[in-house]
């Protein structure tokens, strides 16, 4: 049972290049969230997705854009990289509303 | 809007040692999750207890026990006979119910266990 997997597992952009990170999860959860964490900071929620074809906007989503084509899929767009965005992202999943989230193993990027 | 503030940004502890981390949290809400997380130098979020509001037993998993203290708003995590695969950072989460937006995460205590 691989969870939920994100990739890559590490990636450097330069400023104002374009990249998708990709998430997909095998647990049939309807629930999918991106989440970011700056150092020695908690986990900041970008976007979120109730199920497929519904997308919401988080606390920090500028800078990004979701899609929600599949139950299984939740990719992050990052079109104009920042040095902001400089971060590790988090991809997580739950099967209902008031239960607990799966995390992948996280993407760093560091955008030079 | 919830917060979940952990005023613990380090601490440490010696092995086969007991040590308590805080949580508080603010919120209207009467029904809502708890939920604290380790993250190991590994990265990986791997979830450590759960806790329901309208249920006032402490929740237990093996060595980790919580005190909720749900007029204080109050959630601590107890570790016992703490062991060094414990060194982490630990996150407090809060869900309303709904989840979405409504999942919001503390700033982490990082915790060291020492030989």
């Known amino acids: 049972n691989a969870g939920v997997t994100q990739t890559p597992k590490f990636r450097i952009l330069k400023i104002g290049q374009s990249m998708t990170l990709q998430c997909t999860q095998d647990m049939n959860h309807n629930y999918m969230y991106w989440y970011r964490q700056d150092p020695g900071m908690g986990l900041k929620l970008i976007y979120y997705?109730?199920?497929?074809?519904?997308?919401d906007k988080g606390e920090v989503p500028n800078g990004y854009n979701v899609s929600r084509s599949t139950t299984e899929d939740f990719p992050l767009r990052l079109e104009l990289a920042a040095p902001s965005q400089t971060s590790v992202y988090f991809c997580?999943?739950?099967?209902?509303?008031?239960?607990?989230?799966?995390f992948g193993q996280g993407t760093r990027l560091t955008v030079v | 809007a919830q917060t979940v503030t952990q005023s613990q940004p380090e601490m440490s502890v010696q092995e086969a040692e007991t040590v308590t981390l805080s949580c508080t949290y603010d919120?209207?809400?009467?029904?809502?999750?708890l939920f604290w997380y380790k993250q190991p130098p590994s990265r990986q979020m791997i979830l450590v207890i759960r806790q329901e509001a309208y249920k006032q037993q402490n929740a237990t998993e093996n060595r980790f026990s919580v005190n909720f203290q749900k007029a204080a708003k109050s959630f601590s995590l107890k570790i016992s006979d703490s062991q060094l695969g414990d060194t982490a950072m630990y996150f407090c989460a809060f869900m309303k119910p709904g989840g979405g937006q409504n999942f919001v995460f503390g700033p982490g205590t990082r915790l060291s266990v020492l030989p």
């Open positions: 997705s109730v199920g497929a074809g519904i997308t």
């Open positions: 997580a999943s739950s099967s209902g509303r008031e239960t607990e989230a799966f």
């Open positions: 919120t209207s809400e009467n029904n809502y999750y």
